[in-house]
């Protein structure tokens, strides 16, 4: 019989702006993680730390700071016994999803009890493409496997589904204008973990990344960002051999309707039904089932993986 596997807790760092004057900066990707542990620990202080099987976090940068297992290395850095396993895996911007995955698999499977899993990015001292890859090093196998850049693959879908710059535009408005209601309503105050340096004083309390009254018009102004790269990097030509009853891309995309670059970290406590009656927590939700798919490479965005 397959055990359930239970959702008991989800916190994340603010995000801050991945770039060298974000907040986040000078903030060790180790550290936010470090911190998250720590913040489940004060949640469940019942908790036998020895209890935690496993820790799995999603890496799309997994190098410099962000390599070598920062999973395991994390536990060991927070204090908790030698018994508590890591792992890192990368599944590009499924990364995180795919982690806390993998832990209802482990939970589901009845091979291990209790994982908290999440993610870690640090954009701003490992920026993205950092650890290479044969997409960024081999120019072949990007013709081969129809690569693109994503903001190419952004502007194509917008062009196939008929997303004009304006809707766009409004739709990047109307999120920011939403996150600001979200934060100014309370919504995030359980979920969102301030970041403190070593001496506990607050790095970081808010997402950073948030442009409060942003509008369409103002949005307007911006130039595409990614216009020159698609007819200069030839990336324009690859994506219309293909999409080839496109006669070309409207590039709709630039820095304020495209997702942030930012710097941040998550945590999902995942566990048995027996966990949270043994240590006195309840759970928050339960995960039913999970699956992967893979995406046309040109418009990767449809799906992260």
């Not at 589901?108 to 001292?125: C, F, I, K, N, P």
């Not at 995030?188 to 970041?195: C, E, I, K, N």
């Not at 216009?227 to 080839?244: E, N, R, S, T, W």
């Amino acid at each position: 019989m397959t055990t359930e596997a239970y959702v008991y807790d989800a916190i994340r760092t603010p995000r801050g702006r991945g770039k060298a004057n974000g907040a986040l900066h000078g903030t060790k990707p180790i550290d936010l993680v470090v911190g998250l542990i720590h913040e489940i620990q004060a949640r469940f202080p019942d908790l036998d730390p020895a209890a935690i099987d496993d820790i799995v976090l999603g890496v799309v940068g997994p190098v410099g700071d962000q390599g070598s297992d920062i999973a395991r290395i994390a536990a060991i850095a927070a204090g908790l016994p030698d018994t508590v396993a890591g792992v890192q895996e990368n599944r590009f911007c499924a990364s995180g999803l795919e982690a806390v995955n993998l832990a209802a698999m482990k939970v589901r499977s009845g091979w291990e009890d209790l994982v908290l899993a999440g993610g870690v990015e640090s954009m701003s001292r490992v920026p993205m493409a950092s650890d290479g890859g044969a997409w960024f090093a081999d120019p072949m196998t990007n013709f081969e496997t129809d690569f693109a850049p994503q903001g190419i693959g952004a502007d194509l879908i917008a062009t196939v589904e008929g997303f004009t710059r304006r809707d766009v535009d409004e739709y990047a408005a109307l999120s920011q204008e939403r996150a600001a209601a979200a934060w100014k309503d309370g919504r995030f105050a359980r979920s969102v973990v301030p970041v403190k340096d070593r001496n506990g004083l607050v790095v970081l309390d808010h997402d950073e990344h948030m442009r409060p009254g942003t509008t369409a018009d103002s949005l307007a102004k911006l130039k595409p960002s990614f216009k020159d790269i698609g007819d200069l990097g030839g990336f324009d030509a690859v994506a219309l051999q293909k999409y080839h009853w496109i006669e070309q891309i409207d590039h709709v995309h630039h820095a304020g309707n495209s997702s942030g670059i930012v710097d941040g970290a998550s945590l999902v406590a995942v566990g048995t039904k027996e966990v949270g009656e043994r240590y006195g927590i309840t759970p928050r939700a339960r995960i039913v089932s999970a699956a992967v798919s893979g995406s046309d490479p040109l418009i990767m965005l449809t799906g992260p993986a």
